[in-house]
């Protein structure tokens, strides 16, 4: 008898952590294809400001003359890759991918120094 209790408190134990587990990891899920939604509808908003953005930091680098010319066309280089990236991101929300453009949003120059963009997430999938 007590046995069968002991497998029992076992068994409803072990039923409860894989619940909450599956649980936590559908919130995670749900946080990340919001946290996408997020990215993308923030970048399509305020991809505009990499251009002032590249025109300071080119200009911090190289100096005036660079920073309105070299400068102005990085910036709409990268407005347009944010603007565009951001499309994606705002269509491709439910699937839950990373970042494509590091740093994430815009404002975010003092996550990460260099500006890149990542590989896409769904490249392996087709």
């Not at 008898?1 to 952590?17: K, S």
């Amino acid at each position: 008898m007590m046995n069968r209790r002991r497998v029992a408190t076992w068994t409803v134990a072990l039923v409860v952590i894989g619940l909450l587990s599956a649980g936590s990891a559908e919130a995670r899920e749900r946080q990340s294809r919001m946290r996408q939604l997020g990215r993308g509808i923030t970048n399509v908003l305020t991809g505009w400001a990499e251009i002032p953005m590249g025109m300071i930091e080119i200009n911090k680098e190289l100096g005036g003359w660079a920073g309105i010319t070299y400068g102005f066309f990085r910036g709409v280089q990268r407005c347009a890759t944010r603007e565009g990236v951001g499309i994606i991101e705002i269509f491709t929300f439910p699937m839950g991918y990373g970042p494509i453009i590091e740093p994430e949003f815009p404002f975010q120059k003092d996550v990460l120094a260099e500006w890149r963009v990542n590989p896409m997430p769904w490249k392996d999938e087709f």
